[in-house]
């Protein structure tokens, strides 16, 4: 929430009295998402800027933070508990091209699953917090250390689901940049109905930032949607917009590749991976990169370098095409003796099945990675590079790849099986623009070039549910006029399942009630101290310190402790109003004060010796103003506090 | 009596419901556990010497399952808990009032559970313990805390706050527990004084008496006893639980050290060892052979009557092989120059053939296997075993720290480490490398740093894996060793800059050692060890000891992972510390919630602002008016460049400078492996 003028003030005046903290006490944190200090010209600032998380190589132990920023030398991250963010770690920095600044990268490890995280990056001064969650550890939700507990798959229950968004060929509207791809808000638009899905992580399977060799389009892309990626991981591959004009994929590797869950310790840069994978719950997600550059002709403009190419052949006499063939058969060959594992997911730019005449399929990896899809039963593969949205029937590459050879050479195609397989849903429709359809070949199922959206999966223990969760361009009206939750619908919907053989296959989705949204609130309470004399007087200070909704606040006085107040009965502090409570206590409310991360009351302790015990104050309960304006009061839990009256009445001795 | 634990009798329906704990010092060092077995463990607890004499007992002991991993200890309830009859004699004095109780035999595998003791309606505080999977479990995950080196004297226990905080499913503890000095502590409210007046005028403890007022003060502290209430305990020890830098004589059949008064009397140092184990003994949960030494045989000594070696299964994921380094090993290298722990000038005698570390019985027990104290199962030694990860938890650095003085001159550092009997470390690296062992990996402690190394068979080649291909690895193990909790680092010994001066260490002592992959002594904390069947992950964290605070400052230093079936060390978490000022700016801002403005609650950032616009972040956006005097505030913070390192006599290239990093005298880093005053502390 925004900090109004009176709440900075009244948070800066206690501070600077009690830490004294002068110059830097102006440099209060921002937060993720509260863009500040960009310019249009997409520069460099002093502080952390466009901040994005990705997985590490374990997501429920692991947490990338990457940010722009000057290259002056002192920055940190501090993370933990939202009210204690008592572990700090160094990033590595790395300058980007183009640009008076780099990129730092901060890993963090050894986090606890399932566990929601405040961190706070501090550069040159400047100072911005943001929070994310960890994902579930699979053998350690509620197990009784149950270290050799059967592996827990998600039950098919809406909480045992996670959903995962995915869209490719984004973008952003920079109008400094002249080879600019976006002109519109239509990216802003996907991403704000994406954050409104609200999945556990986001999948760009390439062609991200259109930045097109204007190093500033990276800064403002990721200025601008910093309020997403700051708080949802995001996962991404190169597509061929990441291989840029004179400098390659040295913007892609510097920005997103170092913070994907690589490991690549050497130097031979034919060989750079930029290939990954991570298992979030039951689940293998595999990125791959169908963009090679490093042995390419930079000079011809090559936008597409075949990865079967030996000009791109390695030191150990591999192409890079080659290599990858190696990783995907070893990762998804270790993936199917895992027991846990129960969904493999693959995504990577340029798609093996489309009919969009842009970019043609690519026929070279049918072939080759195809066969490793169709040995391990992969589920589902995401790809982009057209703009449009196509979805495949179950797609075996060899029968498939067979009978569309003879359409294309006019003979009469086999009889093929098209009831298992692997699913191919290319959705390139990030808001860059859209392209021609093809014809509706046999292979495909669903095909749209309308829309602007997110292919959305909710992932359990029997399905894989995926839906096209769309909107048609702004077009003429006025993007503030645009509200995606309200505008976007379900252009495609269907459920990834096992047959009986224990294959990938498709059916219709079974409405499951989604998981709804709800107010999440968290928060401190700060006070006097614990023990008081009779009468004394106790400032209560409430601090929300993370929440997904702008909330007003009311606290708990218990009962024989006084809300103070001025001669006219106005409370002092930010109380507006008093109510009686439940058990003899008062409610305290703070009316406007709604939007302070903060609020201030004093009560004053009961005046009889030993105040009837310890009296409890809080938890302070919150509720939603905006997004959830119908939600209930909810206690913010860990906001209790005990005091007791000892000691004679102030007044005594 | 940890060797004769007592038998519990169970009852039930002996203690109210509705008892809680009362904070009247009825147990004043609280409880711990330790030694698991698939069975059980050990629960340890010490009554106050005034309660215990007042009380007709009897002590009674609770144990509940926990609900999940979760619950903290202060949330346990124990209306469903076994109730057990401790005998009388548990409070007796004979053990200072400790009392060690086996569960070996009543609890399920692979468990977690709370207990308490309680005597005469007075609850202990709540620990928990955890059970060791069953021997042919197949667990998924083990995490263990690491720790050593925690000299009371020196610092505070955040660092042990953090462990208790961690989700870990033991807490390993690779020796010097505890100190053998007394005196004026480096921190407020850190003194020791020994209750004999040869303890305090040599500040060394001489007595029985001596040593139960170490392991009780150094107990006192309330983080370490948050970590030994929440964590089961598997301990080594290392030399201090006795005295610094001692070995076994087998002339005399005694122990010696050059680091005590009793150092030379045979007789005078048998009657340390035992006070010293006597009091170990009574103090931490230990599964371990141990007879009291005055019920022992005349002439026993304490390789007779006290036998710490054993093996810990978890499942088949891994075996933990706890040595001791220091019972048996033979006197340091002689030579010419006579006998001695410190490396130079290099000893011809280092790599004489028959000097052993480990002695011949254990060295065998742990490569080829035998028995193991009560409740746990016989091993089939680290060559034998079929457990995946195969852990060696032994106290000593094992792979080489060498230092090049000359050109043509190699020598190591310390050969109170395996570097002084390197015979041996050959034969056991060169068997593990025959049998083509795979997930072999090292914990160790004692030199108060942070490494992560190779092991081999020979280090004189370069380090070759990765640099030739073709060429057969010649790696056979990796080793991390744990930092010291608060003893003091190389650095502070040497005095140099504190963090500043830490990479360019690490640089110099890599360069020279080309088998480490890290290398830090500048900073105190633990490590987490994370073993799965395709990995094991090293996390390493700083914490500050300056600051008695379980919120104390803690950094992730870095982690490194092995995957399975290779040795290679892949580094997650890595930043060249010595050329920023991050730390300072870290030290320097305080956080507060009052100021920050949280993500998403505006629900203004959901489409990010239009460039040119004016932003959403209210004031926030326009607050940098201190950029200019922060910036300035770096530099004038003397961010160090590397030459300036280099210059700061850490290496001293003047062979006249005595304070280089490996001067002779004690002011170098090479004299800190002693110590200040040669006593390595």
């Known amino acids: 929430m925004s900090d109004g003028p009176d709440g900075q003030a009244a948070d800066l005046s206690r501070r600077s009295l009690l830490a004294g903290v002068g110059a830097s006490m102006a440099a209060a944190p921002a937060l993720v998402g509260s863009a500040s200090g960009t310019d249009a010209s997409g520069a460099i600032g002093q502080g952390p800027q466009g901040v994005h998380l990705a997985y590490g190589f374990d997501p429920a132990s692991m947490m990338t933070i990457s940010w722009t920023g000057r290259l002056l030398g002192g920055a940190a991250v501090r993370y933990g508990d939202p009210g204690d963010l008592d572990t700090t770690v160094y990033p590595e920095d790395a300058p980007v091209p183009g640009l008076d600044g780099g990129v730092y990268t901060a890993r963090l490890t050894g986090l606890a699953p399932d566990t929601e995280y405040a961190y706070e990056i501090d550069l040159n001064g400047e100072r911005k917090r943001g929070r994310f969650r960890t994902a579930p550890g699979r053998d350690r939700p509620d197990d009784h250390g149950g270290s ?38 239509d990216p802003n638009k996907v991403v ?73 310790p050497g130097l031979n840069i034919e060989a750079k991976q930029r290939w990954y994978h991570f298992v979030y719950e039951n689940a293998l997600f595999m990125g791959l990169n169908t963009t090679a550059d490093a042995c390419g002709d930079i000079g011809r403009g090559e936008e597409y370098i075949p990865l079967y190419d030996p000009r791109c052949e390695t030191e150990a006499g591999l192409t890079y095409g080659e290599i990858q063939g190696e990783y995907i058969s070893e990762t998804l060959a270790w993936a199917d003796e895992q027991p846990h594992i129960d969904w493999k997911v693959v995504f990577f730019h340029g798609p093996l099945w489309t009919t969009s005449p842009d970019h043609a399929p690519r026929r070279d990896l049918r072939k080759r990675w195809g066969a490793h899809f169709d040995e391990y039963d992969v589920d589902l593969v ?118 009986e053989q224990g294959r990938p296959t498709q059916a219709t989705l079974v ?96 005046d009889e010796l030993g105040g009837g015990g310890p009296a409890t104050f809080g938890p302070f309960e919150a509720r939603g103003t905006d997004r959830f304006a119908d939600s209930d009061w909810q206690a913010v839990s860990g906001t209790e506090s005990t005091e007791v009256t000892v000691g004679l009445p102030g007044s005594g001795l | 009596v940890v060797a004769a634990p007592l038998d519990p009798q169970e009852t039930t329906g002996a203690v109210r419901a509705d008892l809680s704990e009362s904070n009247d010092g009825a147990f004043p060092q609280s409880v711990a556990s330790g030694g698991p077995t698939p069975s059980g463990a050990i629960v340890w607890t010490r009554v106050d010497p005034q309660r215990a004499a007042a009380s007709d007992g009897p002590l009674r002991l609770q144990v509940v399952e926990a609900p999940d991993r979760k619950t903290a200890n202060d949330a346990a309830e124990f209306d469903d808990a076994t109730t057990y009859d401790l005998e009388t004699g548990a409070l007796a004095a004979a053990r200072d009032h400790t009392v060690s109780v086996d569960l070996d035999g009543e609890l399920d595998a692979d468990r977690f559970y709370f207990y308490r003791f309680v005597l005469d309606g007075t609850a202990s505080p709540v620990g928990r313990l955890r059970t060791l999977p069953a021997a042919d479990a197949s667990p998924e995950r083990l995490r263990l805390a690491v720790t050593s080196c925690n000299n009371y004297l020196d610092g505070y226990y955040g660092a042990f706050a953090h462990v208790a905080e961690e989700a870990v499913d ?45 392991h009780r003060t150094y107990r006192s502290d309330e983080h370490l006893r948050a970590a030994m209430e929440r964590h089961t305990l598997v301990h080594t020890w290392d030399d201090h639980e006795v005295v610094n830098n001692r070995w076994w004589n087998d002339e005399q059949d005694a122990p010696g050290t050059a680091s005590h008064p009793y150092g030379g009397d045979p007789e005078r140092m048998r009657e340390l060892y035992a006070a010293g184990i006597t009091a170990m003994a009574e103090y931490l949960p230990l599964r371990v052979e141990f007879t009291p030494p005055e019920e022992a045989p005349e002439d026993a000594t304490a390789q007779d009557y006290f036998r710490l070696y054993r093996s810990f299964r978890f499942g088949d994921l891994a075996e933990l092989f706890m040595t001791d380094e220091r019972l048996y090993r033979d006197p340091p290298p002689e030579d010419a120059l006579g006998q001695r722990d410190v490396a130079l000038p290099p000893s011809p005698a280092a790599d004489d053939l028959d000097r052993s570390m480990l002695g011949l019985d254990q060295l065998e027990w742990f490569l080829s296997g035998g028995d193991n104290p009560g409740g746990l199962a016989p091993t089939d030694g680290l060559l034998g075993t079929d457990a995946h990860w195969k852990l060696w938890g032994n106290e000593i650095l094992t792979s080489p720290l060498q230092a090049v003085k000359a ?159 290779r040795y290679e060390l892949q580094e997650f978490a ?108």
């Not at chain 1, 798959?153 to 973008?171: E, I, K, L, P, Q």
């Open chain 2, 574 to 681: 890595t930043a060249p510390r010595d050329k920023r000022v991050g730390s300072l700016v870290a030290d320097s801002t305080t956080q507060d919630p009052d100021e920050v403005e949280m993500i998403g609650a505006s629900g203004a950032s959901d489409g990010g602002p239009a460039p040119g616009t004016p932003t959403d972040g209210g004031p926030n956006g326009d607050t940098d008016g201190g950029d200019g005097s922060d910036e300035e505030g770096a530099s004038a913070a003397g961010t160090p460049t590397p030459e300036d390192e280099t210059d700061d006599g850490l290496f001293g290239d003047d062979e006249d400078e005595d304070d280089g990093l490996f001067g002779d005298d004690d002011g170098g880093l090479f004299g800190s492996l002693r110590g200040p005053g040669g006593d390595g502390r």
């Open chain 1, 148 to 185: 050799t507990d059967a592996p827990v798959a998600a039950s098919d229950t809406n909480s045992g689901r996670f959903r995962v968004t995915a869209v490719g060929d984004h973008g952003i509207a920079d109008p400094t940049n002249v080879v600019q791809r976006a002109d519109t808000k």
């Open chain 2, 407 to 565: 050109r043509q001159l190699t020598f190591e550092l310390n050969y109170d480490a395996w570097d002084g009997y390197q015979a041996e470390r050959r034969f056991i690296m060169g068997r593990v490398a025959r049998r083509d062992l795979d997930n072999f990996v090292t914990l160790t402690g004692d030199m108060h740093s942070y490494v992560a190394a190779y092991m081999k068979e020979e280090y004189d080649d370069a380090e070759r894996v990765e640099q030739l291909p073709g060429v057969p690895d010649d790696r056979v193990g990796v080793e991390f060793m744990t930092p010291g909790v608060t003893s003091d680092n190389l650095a502070a010994s040497a005095k140099l800059p504190g963090t500043r001066s830490e990479d360019a260490i690490d640089r110099i002592v890599r360069s020279m050692n080309p088998h480490m992959e890290w290398f830090n002594s500048s900073r105190y904390g633990y490590t987490v060890l994370e073993f799965t069947r395709g990995g094991c992950t090293y996390t390493a964290y700083g914490v500050d000891r300056a600051e008695d605070s379980a919120d104390a400052a803690r950094t992730l230093l870095r982690t490194y992972r092995v995957p399975s079936g």
């Open chain 1, 382 to 499: 995401l790809s982009g590079d057209n703009h449009v949205y196509e979805r495949t029937r179950p797609i075996v590459n060899a029968d498939a790849g067979a009978y569309m050879r003879a359409v294309e050479n006019g003979d009469d195609p086999p009889e093929i099986d098209w009831t298992h397989g692997t699913t191919y849903v290319t959705n390139g429709t990030g808001g860059t623009s859209h392209y021609e359809l093809g014809p509706p070949e046999e292979f495909l199922a669903v095909q749209d070039g309308d829309h602007f959206g997110v292919t959305e999966l909710d992932i359990g223990a029997e399905s894989i549910d995926v839906r096209y969760v769309a909107m048609p361009p702004i077009g003429d009206r006025d993007p503030a006029d645009v509200d995606p939750q309200e505008t976007a619908t379900v252009v495609d919907e269907f459920s990834i399942v096992k047959d």
């Open chain 1, 192 to 264: 704000e109905l994406a954050r409104s899905r609200d999945p556990a992580f986001h999948i760009i399977p390439g062609d991200i930032a259109y930045a097109n060799g204007v190093p500033g389009t990276w800064e403002q892309y990721f200025e601008t949607f910093e309020g997403f990626y700051g708080e949802t991981p995001l996962m991404t591959v190169p597509g061929n917009h990441e291989a840029e004009p004179g400098t390659g994929l040295l913007q892609y590797d510097r920005r997103l590749n170092d913070a994907m869950p690589t490991y690549d």
């Open chain 1, 511 to 606: 409405d499951r009630a989604e998981p709804t949204p709800s107010l999440s609130v968290s928060g401190e309470r700060r006070d006097d101290g614990t023990v008081f004399q009779p009468g004394g007087t106790n400032q209560v200070t409430l601090a929300v310190t993370g929440a997904n909704d702008a909330v007003e606040v009311r606290d708990l006085v218990p009962d024989s402790w006084t809300v103070t107040t001025d001669d006219e009965g106005v409370p002092y502090g930010d109380a507006t109003r008093v109510t009686s409570g439940p058990g003899g206590g008062q409610y305290v409310y703070f009316g406007d004060a709604a939007s302070r991360s903060t609020v201030r009351y004093f009560v004053r302790a009961p």
């Open chain 2, 170 to 214: 033991y807490h390993v503890s690779l020796g010097d527990f505890i100190y053998e000095y007394g005196g004026a502590g480096q921190q407020v409210g850190r003194d020791i004084v020994l209750p004999s007046e040869a303890g305090r005028d040599s500040g060394k403890a001489h007595t029985l008496a001596d040593f139960r007022h170490l």
